[in-house]
């Protein structure tokens, strides 16, 4: 795939391992797959994922969806600033409207999103057909390429399928947080025969097991490679956390340098830590966890 010259990432993202006595105590090692070293804007994933859905969109206006503090709509926005594309941000809340933006919807603005807020239940209702005609002519945006919420679409999980394929060879377990599950289920179709990919949600609500599968049949005909969920990490929900949660983060940075995104990596992180300890893993197992974003904004 060609991809535009503002957008150009690093690629393959770097693997590297960290010694942490949690899991060499237990015969295993850690290695630290950065996808957050993509791309200074489009971090991660939402590199992975977008990209192919600019290709699709052909210079066409991008209309996509999520909360008062989604990484996508950051990671959309900064692309259309980037590439000279509209975009508008359908937002979660209507309550939203007329207050003063948070820090992640104003940059969102800066970088010239236009931003429609809209009540929860329509927003439940995104993916009726009628509802979402409804969605975009009020946001003046029927023309535009619609990019679903958390961007994962077939485009978006054919693309996060090269993560599997650069970590070919290289672990005997992946692990990722999951959202709407797209990078898991692209990342899964890609490793190679023997790896398995293990996803850790981090919200609550036990469906993304029929998502991803569904991700994976409408992307590649079929479900792809071995993957499971372990359900257990969320801490109640999206953006929830526990006072066990935030010092473990605190921890791995002061350990390892490296700034914890705090909505997903951290769980993940977490979620590693404690089935090591359960010895979940087979001594002599290589995990590679994937680090899926940094924190917003920039500690620095
Ligand atoms: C969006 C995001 C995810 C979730 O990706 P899905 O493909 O929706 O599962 C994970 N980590 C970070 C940091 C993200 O921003």
């Not at 797209?182 to 850790?200: E, K, P, S, Y």
Request: net charge positive.
């Amino acid at each position: 795939m060609t991809s535009p010259g503002p957008l150009s990432p690093r690629l393959p993202s770097p693997l590297h391992e960290v010694r942490d006595a949690r899991f060499e105590r237990h015969g295993l090692r850690l290695l630290l797959k950065r996808d957050d070293l993509i791309h200074p804007l489009l971090i991660g994933n939402k590199w992975r994922k977008l990209v192919p859905n600019i290709a699709a969109a052909r210079g066409r206006a991008l209309v996509t969806f999520g909360g008062a503090y989604s990484n996508h709509l950051r990671a959309t926005a900064a692309a259309g600033r980037l590439l000279g594309l509209p975009t508008t941000g359908v937002v979660r809340g209507h309550e939203l409207a007329g207050r003063p933006l948070n820090p992640s919807l104003a940059r969102c603005a800066a970088d010239g999103m236009r931003l429609h807020f809209i009540d929860r239940s329509t927003y439940r209702r995104k993916s009726e057909p009628e509802v979402l005609a409804g969605i975009l002519r009020a946001a003046g945006a029927e023309d535009a390429y619609v990019v679903p919420e958390g961007g994962s679409n077939t485009e978006a999980v054919r693309g996060c399928r090269a993560l599997g394929t650069e970590l070919r060879g290289r672990a005997d377990v992946v692990a990722v947080a999951c959202g709407t599950g797209g990078t898991l289920a692209g990342l899964a179709a890609g490793l190679a025969a023997g790896q398995r990919a293990l996803g850790v949600p981090v919200l609550k609500g036990g469906f993304l097991e029929a998502d991803v599968q569904a991700l994976q049949e409408r992307a590649f005909g079929a479900r792809s490679g071995t993957w499971s969920l372990d359900d257990r990490f969320h801490c109640g929900g999206y953006a929830r956390t526990t006072p066990e949660l935030g010092a473990f983060a605190q921890d791995f940075e002061q350990r390892h340098g490296l700034a914890v995104e705090r909505l997903y990596v951290a769980k993940l992180l977490f979620g590693l830590a404690a089935l090591a300890e359960e010895d979940a893993f087979a001594r002599g197992t290589t995990i590679a966890a994937v680090v899926t974003g940094r924190p917003f904004p920039d500690p620095a």
